[in-house]
């Protein structure tokens, strides 16, 4: 059976900026090393601010790959590792990165050109999600229609963009656009908001990029808006899925309360796809979730808790769940979320 593989990565890196034109340049990221302290150890600078570029890296793929500077050694790895179809998220935009509109599209505009350029060698096997410039939404309706041009499967979003949470009016315009064009929207692990991405700086992550993904989902479920965009999908990506029995829960109880009903096959009903890991209880979370709207990833390039460059292989060897599930996870489920 074909298998896709519905997170892996690429490490941004210096070529990365090369797509940008004109007066785009001006914002172009700079590669740094700002102490002695950190010798060996590179940063960005973008913007006036210093930013992690060397972290969460995974070591067990190679350089030239998660770089994307050997397109072929990238494919010919996927076939090691049994995977047809990879879909390709960034690493850099994990984070906040500037306040100022201007750089955040010429930045997205380069990726983005970038990510395009690899999926016209990729064979059709290297598709990706598209980076926009949410600080000015004319920008990113424009980014979104060229994106889809050019073999992107959906839009990228973090768990809080800027001053806004995701079921926030602003979005509406993103997320009708994104329904006519078939493109899922894909909250990834990790926050656009620096207020609360400096206050978790000290801590491990899990509060930082996990939770504002977890609560992005309560509230656009609460706030009824796969129902005010019937034709958009949503993907929850890089979070496993081992939380989605407590939030749909707490939703029903929130519901009750005000005399509304959840809908009982949510995640079908509501379009909505979250990426699980190998370590979930699957058979319990199948329970909530159903059998046709969970994928899973490899995290493919990093090297944190979500990461597991075998985890494709893994889901078919637990014996705790039927084989037609397993193709729906690799397969069928992964298809029907990113329009493949």
């Known amino acids: 059976m074909p298998v896709i593989d519905a997170d892996a990565h690429v490490l941004e890196t210096e070529r990365t900026w090369d797509y940008m034109e004109g007066p785009e340049r001006e914002f172009k990221p700079l590669v740094v090393t700002p102490s002695q302290q950190d010798q060996g150890k590179a940063f960005w600078l973008i913007d006036g601010r210093i930013l992690p570029k ?30 047809d179809i990879q879909v390709l998220y960034p690493t850099l935009f994990l984070r906040p990165i500037t306040s100022r509109s201007e750089v955040e599209l010429a930045l997205c505009r380069s990726y983005n050109r ?7 060698r990729g064979q059709d096997r290297l598709r990706w999600i598209a980076v926009l410039p949410l600080l000015s939404m004319d920008q990113a309706l424009v980014e979104l229609r060229s994106a889809k041009e050019n073999g992107a499967c959906g839009a990228f979003m973090r768990g809080v963009e800027g001053e806004r949470r995701l079921s926030d009016p602003y979005f509406f ?42 609560g992005a989902f309560h509230s656009l ?39 509304r009903k959840l809908r009982k096959d949510l995640l079908r009903e509501g379009r909505i796809y ?24 490899s995290d493919y390039g990093h090297a944190d808790t979500a990461s597991e460059i075998a985890a494709l292989r893994g889901l078919k060897q637990k014996g705790e769940v039927r084989l037609e599930v397993i193709t729906k996870i690799l397969e069928d489920n992964p298809r029907a979320l990113y329009g493949l």
């Open 54 to 83: 060397t972290d969460n890296v995974g070591r067990d793929t190679p350089k030239a790959a998660r770089e994307m500077d050997d397109i072929e050694a990238r494919l010919r790895h996927m076939d090691e590792l049994g995977v």
């Open 114 to 120: 970038w990510l395009a350029d690899i999926w016209r």
């Open 274 to 297: 979250v990426a699980c890991q190998t370590d979930d209880d699957l058979s319990y979370i199948i329970e909530y979730a159903g059998e046709e709207n969970l994928v899973i990833g």
């Open 173 to 214: 315009p993103l997320y009708a656009a994104a329904g006519e064009l078939g493109l899922p929207i894909c909250v990834h692990s990790g926050t656009g908001n620096f207020a609360l991405h400096d206050f978790f700086a000290r801590e491990c992550g899990f509060a930082k990029f996990k939770l504002a993904v977890v």
């Open 221 to 259: 479920i609460f706030d009824g808006i796969p129902d005010l965009f019937p034709k958009l999908r949503f993907g929850f990506i890089e979070v496993s899925a081992q939380w989605l029995p407590y939030v749909i829960h707490d939703l029903a109880r929130r519901f009750q309360r005000r005399d």
